[in-house]
């Protein structure tokens, strides 16, 4: 049988040129069992990489990567399982810095006992962040961008010079082949960079899937060589390990 991420693989090609595919489709093409289809189906539209319809699975709008409130629609349990992973990393008296991504705002659902400072460009996250009396939060003004949900101004990058965060938590939409973090907006990309500069820990929360993936993502944020821990769903290929630092742990849903 073709490994299941072959088979992923095989099916996002085939959306491309078809837009919509059964389970029956996938489970005949690739001779497997309809509950094995379902599975597949289940875990492309949980990751986001697909959008599930009835009888099967439809792609994706075109080479973009979904808008953030539409991203924020898809009840994912592998998100909310990287966020758990992702919200051990913070502690009580500290002080951090959280991107916007639909992955980091369910981080942000389980902080309300945790005593920490947080700064946030995302609009969301300070939303959610506001639902309990912990953790403060720190809303950097500016511009607002309506569709993916944040803020920028120039003044913010010249305030995010006044602090040295105690972690840094990114998101991202494509890693190239050169390792590069890149995400769509030229504003949310320098600030992710001014933040990451001034963060003592670089945790970076993705799904594995953004290795491959070839969707339009041209600002870039950093290189993988300067994150200290990496919270994704499943193991990553050796070659996209090599990206990192040896000295980087690697978190995985499962695999604590």
Same mark, same amino acid.
């Given at each position: 049988?073709?490994?299941?991420?072959?088979?992923?693989?095989?099916?996002?090609?085939?959306?491309?040129?078809?837009?919509?595919?059964?389970?029956?489709?996938?489970?005949?093409?690739?001779?497997?069992?309809?509950?094995?289809?379902?599975?597949? /189906?289940?875990?492309?539209?949980?990751?986001?990489? *697909?959008?599930?319809?009835?009888?099967?699975?439809?792609?994706?709008?075109?080479?973009?990567?979904?808008?953030?409130?539409?991203?924020?629609?898809?009840?994912?349990?592998?998100?909310?399982?990287?966020?758990?992973?992702?919200?051990?990393?913070?502690?009580?008296?500290?002080?951090?810095?959280?991107?916007?991504?639909?992955?980091?705002?369910?981080?942000?659902?389980?902080?309300?006992?945790?005593? *920490?400072?947080?700064?946030?460009?995302?609009?969301?996250?300070?939303?959610?962040?506001?639902?309990?009396?912990?953790?403060?939060?720190?809303?950097?003004?500016?511009?607002?961008?309506?569709?993916?949900?944040?803020?920028?101004?120039?003044?913010?990058?010249?305030?995010?010079?006044?602090?040295?965060?105690?972690?840094?938590?990114?998101?991202?939409?494509?890693?190239?082949?050169?390792?590069?973090?890149? /995400?769509?907006?030229?504003?949310?990309?320098?600030?992710?960079?001014?933040?990451?500069?001034?963060?003592?820990?670089?945790?970076?929360?993705?799904?594995?899937?953004?290795?491959?993936?070839?969707?339009?993502?041209?600002?870039?944020?950093?290189?993988?060589?300067?994150?200290? /821990?990496?919270?994704?769903?499943?193991?990553?290929?050796?070659?996209?390990?090599?990206?990192?630092?040896?000295?980087?742990?690697?978190?995985?849903?499962?695999?604590?």
């Amino acid at each position: 049988m073709i490994p299941r991420e072959k088979r992923e693989v095989q099916i996002l090609e085939t959306l491309k040129l078809k837009g919509w595919l059964s389970t029956k489709e996938i489970a005949d093409h690739f001779g497997v069992a309809f509950d094995t289809a379902r599975r597949d /189906v289940l875990h492309l539209t949980a990751t986001g990489q *697909a959008i599930r319809v009835h009888g099967g699975v439809m792609i994706t709008q075109g080479d973009e990567v979904p808008e953030f409130l539409n991203r924020k629609r898809i009840l994912s349990p592998v998100k909310a399982s990287m966020a758990k992973i992702a919200a051990t990393y913070i502690h009580p008296g500290k002080l951090y810095f959280i991107g916007s991504s639909t992955t980091l705002v369910q981080v942000c659902d389980l902080l309300g006992a945790i005593d *920490a400072t947080i700064v946030t460009h995302g609009i969301d996250n300070a939303e959610h962040l506001m639902e309990n009396q912990l953790p403060r939060v720190e809303l950097l003004g500016g511009m607002v961008d309506r569709i993916n949900r944040y803020t920028s101004s120039l003044d913010t990058l010249i305030r995010l010079n006044d602090f040295v965060f105690d972690g840094v938590f990114i998101g991202v939409s494509r890693i190239t082949d050169e390792g590069d973090i890149t /995400v769509m907006g030229k504003a949310d990309a320098a600030i992710l960079r001014k933040a990451v500069q001034r963060g003592k820990k670089i945790v970076l929360v993705t799904q594995n899937y953004k290795f491959t993936t070839k969707k339009t993502s041209p600002y870039v944020v950093t290189n993988c060589q300067q994150v200290d /821990v990496l919270v994704t769903d499943k193991s990553l290929d050796p070659k996209y390990m090599k990206y990192f630092r040896d000295s980087v742990v690697f978190r995985t849903i499962g695999n604590n």
